[in-house]
Nanobody, 125 residues
Framework: QVQLVESGGGLVQAGGSLRLSCAAS????????VAWFRQAPGKDREFVARVWWNTGNTYYANSVKGRFTISRDNAKNTMYLQMNSLTPEDGAIYYC??????????????????WGQGTQVTVSS
């Protein structure tokens, strides 16, 4: 069993930056695919970015490519999302998620086994 805890959300002006963290407890992320999703009011939860823990390979949604960077710290068993050039459209609750083993549809919420409680990101214009 894996427990995920996000932190780092807050209020930022458009054009600003935030770094989100996702710490895992219960077991290490080794062998997992871990990802960030976000959900704005009235919208479905959408994929943001994913990192394959063992290889460090990453994948991004087109909407954040070039602005967001997903990374991991093996020693801390923690995943990060560096968000730059934020716009009001980036405002949402951000969730981290973990998938144990390979998955075909990495952008689908159904592909993930564990979820954090979410952290709010608000971007003012």
């Amino acid at each position: 069993q894996v427990q995920l805890v996000e932190s780092g959300g807050g209020l930022v002006q458009a054009g600003g930056s935030l770094r989100l963290s996702c710490a895992a407890s219960g077991r290490t992320f080794s062998g997992y695919g871990v990802a960030w999703f976000r959900q704005a009011p009235g919208k479905d939860r959408e994929f943001v970015a994913r990192v394959w823990w063992n290889t460090g390979n990453t994948y991004y949604a087109n909407s954040v490519k070039g602005r967001f960077t997903i990374s991991r710290d093996n020693a801390k068993n923690t995943m990060y999302l560096q968000m730059n050039s934020l716009t009001p459209e980036d405002g949402a609750i951000y969730y981290c998620a973990a998938a144990e083993g390979p998955r075909t549809y990495i952008m689908a919420t159904q592909s993930y086994d564990y979820w954090g409680q979410g952290t709010q990101v608000t971007v003012s214009s």
